[in-house]
Structures are given as structure tokens and as C-alpha cells.
């Protein structure tokens, strides 16, 4: 089976350029059920350069499908068997004002539109950047 991956490195994927904020926003809680948004953020808060893009994306997806850590495996071969929506879809860097950045060993880190560290990356040239998509066409 081939494998897809949503990993970067070396990356700074930006804010998207119709982001409604002007800095790094915590995603708010819609009733008792957490959004992919709010896991994400959970994740990356307190955890910069942990883990990789595929291991957030997929960790997600698992808990919030409800699968047993015994399967994990398995269906993480399962789920990266066809392509996934990286980082540039994700409303942590559409709507909530949060770069991703991706080091030299591809884990990710989140940065605040207002950060220092988002405008140095912005402004570093060995620093490949991508833009996160709009949410409007």
C-alpha cells in the first residue's frame, strides 16, 4: 500500500490570507464536543517540535473516531493509504491565526500571527514557505 504523507520540512506554512484575526486565536469550544481544531491546538500548544505533522493529523483523526491505541497501526496504514488535507487546511491556520512551521526532521510547531518567531520566519529565505488556503474561492 502506498503511503501519503502530510509532512514538511524545512516549511513555514503561513496564515491564510482571508484569516478574519490578526493574531493567534484559542479555538473556542462548540458545545461538550472538541473540533479538530481544538485537538490540534491541545497538541501543538505546549509541545513545539514534538511530533510531525502525520502524527498530529492522524492522532485526531483516531481519537476523535474513537480507535482502540491496540489498532492504531493498522488503520494509520489504512488512513494515510490515499492522501489526507495537510496543515494548509486546517482551520488553525484558516480562521484561527496560527502558522505552521516545520523543522529540518519535519516536526511541527504553531506560531501566532503576532509572534516574533512568525515574522522571523517569514523573513528568513532558507525557510521554504506555502501558503494556507483561503476560505473563500
Known amino acids: 500500500m502506498?503511503?501519503?504523507?502530510?509532512n514538511y520540512k524545512n516549511t513555514l506554512i503561513e496564515i491564510a490570507p482571508?484569516?478574519?484575526?490578526?493574531?493567534?486565536?484559542?479555538?473556542?469550544?462548540?458545545?461538550?464536543?472538541?473540533?479538530?481544531a481544538n485537538y490540534?491546538?491541545?497538541?501543538?500548544?505546549?509541545?513545539?517540535?514534538?511530533?510531525t505533522s502525520d502524527e498530529v493529523l492522524y492522532s485526531v483523526?483516531?481519537?476523535?473516531?474513537g480507535i482502540e491505541?491496540?489498532?492504531?497501526?493498522?488503520?494509520?496504514?489504512k488512513f494515510f493509504s490515499k492522501g489526507q488535507p495537510c496543515f494548509r487546511a486546517s482551520p488553525l491556520t484558516k480562521r484561527y491565526g496560527w502558522?505552521?512551521?516545520?523543522?529540518?526532521?519535519?516536526?511541527?510547531?504553531?506560531?501566532g500571527a503576532d509572534s516574533a518567531d512568525y515574522q522571523r520566519l517569514?523573513?528568513?529565505?532558507?525557510v521554504k514557505k506555502v501558503k494556507a488556503m483561503k476560505s473563500k474561492r
Open 40 to 51: 490540534q491546538y491541545e497538541m501543538l500548544l505546549n509541545r513545539p517540535y514534538e511530533y
Open 61 to 65: 483523526y483516531a481519537t476523535r473516531k
Open 69 to 77: 491505541a491496540l489498532e492504531w497501526k493498522e488503520e494509520k496504514d
Open 99 to 111: 502558522s505552521i512551521h516545520s523543522n529540518d526532521s519535519g516536526k511541527v510547531a504553531m506560531f
Open 2 to 6: 502506498k503511503e501519503h504523507s502530510t
Open 122 to 126: 517569514l523573513k528568513d529565505d532558507s
Open 18 to 36: 482571508d484569516c478574519p484575526i490578526e493574531s493567534g486565536e484559542v479555538p473556542p469550544m462548540r458545545g461538550s464536543k472538541k473540533s479538530v
